[in-house]
Structures are given as C-alpha cells and as structure tokens.
Nanobody, 123 residues
Framework: QVQLVESGGGLVQAGGSLRLSCAAS????????MGWFRQAPGKEREFVAA????????RYADSVKGRFTISRDNAANTMYLQMNSLKPEDTAVYFC????????????????WGQGTQVTVSS
C-alpha cells in the first residue's frame, strides 16, 4: 500500500494561489491513478480533480475547472494541485488519493488516502 502525505495548504486571500503537493512513499505511484478531493465543514467529501497513471485524462469538478490544474511527476513520486483564483468557497480540507491505473471521480474507487491539508480562503 502506498502512503500519501499532502502539504502546501494554508491561509490565502480570495484571488490568491496555492500549490498542494501529495508525496508518496512505500511504493511508486507510477501505476496509480490519482485524485484530489476536498471536504468542507458539515459537507460531504467531494471530487476536485483526477489524473491517470501516465498523466493523461485530467478531469475536474465544474466548480474548479479553469482555475485548478492537476499534474504529477512520477519520477519524484509526487502529485500536485495548482490552485489559482481561489474563492472562499474553496475552503476545505484537501485530500489526495490513489488507485490502480486510472483516475476516478468517485471517492469509493480509491484505496489509498492521505490525512489532508487545510486550505482556508479569506474574503
């Protein structure tokens, strides 16, 4: 099982940017589909972005399309989420997740999860 650790969260003003990282250990993620999810207080965990094992097929939730970019560096065993034009409604704990080969928009499909990193966007 791969271990995942998120970093890069923090407090930012609306309109600002953050770059989240998801560092993997214990196993290479080169054959893992990867995803980002988020959970705001009192809300269900929701899909943010996903990417296939080879970097193909990035997909995004409508709420972040055009503002967020998912990417990965298999050589570094790391995945990223570049978040631009942040809004207060982006405030949440962000989780990275991994599964075999193909990214998915469904959290139930993922077998490995990180502990999350807090992102807070002030208005």
């Amino acid at each position: 099982q791969v271990q995942l650790v998120e970093s890069g969260g923090g407090l930012v003003q609306a309109g600002g940017s953050l770059r989240l990282s998801c560092a993997a250990s214990g196993r290479t993620i080169s054959l893992y589909g990867m995803g980002w999810f988020r959970q705001a207080p009192g809300k269900e965990r929701e899909f943010v972005a996903a990417i296939n094992w080879n970097g193909s097929g990035p997909r995004y939730a409508d709420s972040v399309k055009g503002r967020f970019t998912i990417s990965r560096d298999n050589a570094a065993n790391t995945m990223y989420l570049q978040m631009n034009s942040l809004k207060p409604e982006d405030t949440a704990v962000y989780f990275c997740a991994g599964k075999s080969l193909w990214g998915s928009t469904e959290s139930k499909d993922y077998t490995s999860w990180g502990q999350g990193t807090q992102v807070t966007v002030s208005s």
